[in-house]
């Protein structure tokens, strides 16, 4: 662990870029470590301030509706891990609570941020599951859950700062619900408390029994869900996921009644363990959209001209690309201007992620490293004569539920071969 070269001055403008002007900021500030800190340990950040947001006084919320929003600033002044090497903290809380109860766990948030930087805590990444920690005002919850944040596109990360700077969301639990949520996962658990009912930012709810609650149904039914477990979740991701698994169902469908050799071509999912080691070997966060899509189907499927690729051939092509690239062999292309501030001009980037591929070397790839006025996550188009250039996709998602639309809106028939041919 060490310093990123991410100012505590960078990372207030991103914040009030990213949600507005905090309503209030806790500056906390370390000077040396406790006598009981081991000495080998690696130093935490000097400087930290806590952000708090709450709505507009305009909104006129309900009280069951308003919240506040705690975020950490300065934690990614320091390496945290070499998946995710700058994150900050975000801990939603529902309903009016008082300045001093929100101060003090505004205190605890900071101090849970630094905890990694002592041997006895993993760093942060989404899924994780946090044991024996607790909150002020979230009485009975020992636990914590953590997920990505952010409203879509997944992945959410701080505007205007560089390097890029993610945000991970802390949810309390209860220690029930955490030994539940480890079997099933985050997604499944944001899905079960979602069908009792139950606001997990609210920290006067009761547990969930979550072993009594089915997963819920996907279908036509999901993509209403997903705007719901967005707004009153607070797990973005989860909803990015869930309008996936929808997607797919209706593509699943549309193949199992048209085109029956698709729909046998479709790959099983990868397992959790097969997608970190994906994001290992490529060094880099899958975003929720695509790592929701691998779940389902690893590939291997014929889209129009192109072909949906298998993780190995995305690595394989990943691979060349980068290798061909570090070699110098791109030096010199020119990159249409097309993109200019869109999409990094270059013509090939280790941040790019190949989902599909035609019998020409055409590709369509995920950006994870997007120009200033770009989006993590968008899709970007690679001829191989011409390089590369945006997309109209903001996302993974995006891509996905075109192709879905032009099905269903008769674009493509089915040829002799069982394959899509476009009208």
């Known amino acids: 662990m060490g310093e990123t070269g991410v100012t505590l001055e960078a990372l207030r403008a991103g914040f009030?870029?990213?949600?507005?002007?905090?309503?209030?900021?806790?500056?906390?500030?370390h000077n040396a470590p406790d006598q009981d800190t081991d000495a080998d340990a690696a130093p935490a950040p000097a400087e930290m301030d806590i952000l708090y947001f709450q709505p507009q006084e305009g909104d006129n919320l309900p009280e069951d509706e308003f919240f506040t929003t705690l975020a950490t600033a300065g934690l990614s002044?320091?390496?945290?891990?070499?998946?995710?090497?700058?994150?900050?903290?975000?801990?939603?809380?529902?309903?009016?609570?008082?300045?001093?109860?929100?101060?003090?766990?505004g205190v605890r948030l900071a101090q849970l941020a630094v905890a990694p930087f002592y041997k006895e805590t993993p760093p942060f990444e989404p899924e994780q599951v946090l044991r024996d920690v607790s909150f002020p005002l979230f009485a009975g919850m020992d636990c914590a859950l953590v997920t990505e944040w952010g409203m879509y596109p997944p992945h959410e990360q701080l505007p205007q700062v560089d390097p890029p700077v993610y945000l991970l969301s802390i949810h309390p639990i209860y220690a029930d619900e955490a030994d539940v949520i480890e079997r099933v996962?985050?997604?499944?658990?944001?899905?079960?408390?979602?069908?009792?009912?139950?606001?997990?930012?609210?920290?006067?709810?009761?547990?969930?029994?979550?072993?009594?609650?089915?997963?819920l149904p996907l279908g036509p039914q999901a993509e209403s869900d997903v705007a719901h477990v967005m707004e009153k979740s607070g797990d973005a991701a989860a909803g990015v996921v869930m309008a996936i698994e929808d997607t797919w169902w209706a593509i699943e469908e549309w193949y199992r009644e048209h085109a029956p050799r698709l729909h046998a071509d479709l790959g099983t999912?990868?397992?959790?363990?097969?997608?970190?080691?994906?994001?290992?070997?490529?060094?880099?966060?899958?975003?929720?959209?695509?790592k929701g899509s691998l779940r389902l189907h690893n590939g291997d499927v014929s889209?129009?001209?192109?072909?949906?690729?298998?993780?190995?051939?995305?690595?394989d092509v990943w691979d060349s690309l980068t290798k061909r690239s570090e070699e110098?062999?791109?030096?010199?292309?020119?990159?249409?201007?097309?993109?200019?501030?869109?999409?990094?001009?270059?013509w090939w980037h280790r941040g790019w992620i190949p989902f599909l591929e035609d019998s020409g070397g055409n590709m369509f790839c995920i950006d994870t490293v997007p120009a200033a006025e770009g989006v993590?996550?968008?899709?970007?188009?690679?001829?191989?004569?011409?390089?590369?250039?945006p997309t109209a996709y903001p996302s993974f998602l995006a891509w996905l539920r075109e192709y879905r639309d032009d099905l269903y809106r008769g674009k493509y028939i089915v040829d002799e071969d069982g394959l899509l041919q476009e009208v």
């Not at 979602?194 to 547990?207: C, I, Q």
């Not at 889209?303 to 690595?315: I, K, P, Q, S």
């Open 16 to 29: 009030e870029a990213w949600s507005g002007s905090p309503v209030a900021v806790s500056e906390m500030r």
């Open 77 to 105: 002044t320091h390496t945290m891990s070499e998946r995710l090497p700058r994150v900050e903290l975000v801990l939603d809380v529902r309903g009016r609570r008082g300045w001093d109860d929100l101060r003090l766990l």
């Open 185 to 215: 996962g985050a997604l499944e658990a944001a899905r079960r408390f979602r069908a009792a009912g139950v606001e997990w930012d609210n920290p006067d709810r009761p547990p969930a029994r979550l072993d009594d609650l089915p997963p």
């Open 269 to 290: 999912g990868l397992s959790e363990e097969q997608i970190r080691a994906l994001e290992e070997r490529l060094g880099l966060l899958l975003p929720s959209d695509y």
């Open 303 to 315: 889209v129009n001209d192109y072909h949906y690729l298998r993780a190995d051939v995305v690595t």
């Open 328 to 346: 110098g062999q791109f030096v010199g292309r020119e990159v249409d201007q097309g993109g200019a501030g869109i999409i990094q001009d270059t």
């Open 376 to 389: 993590a996550g968008q899709v970007v188009q690679i001829e191989i004569g011409a390089g590369p250039f």
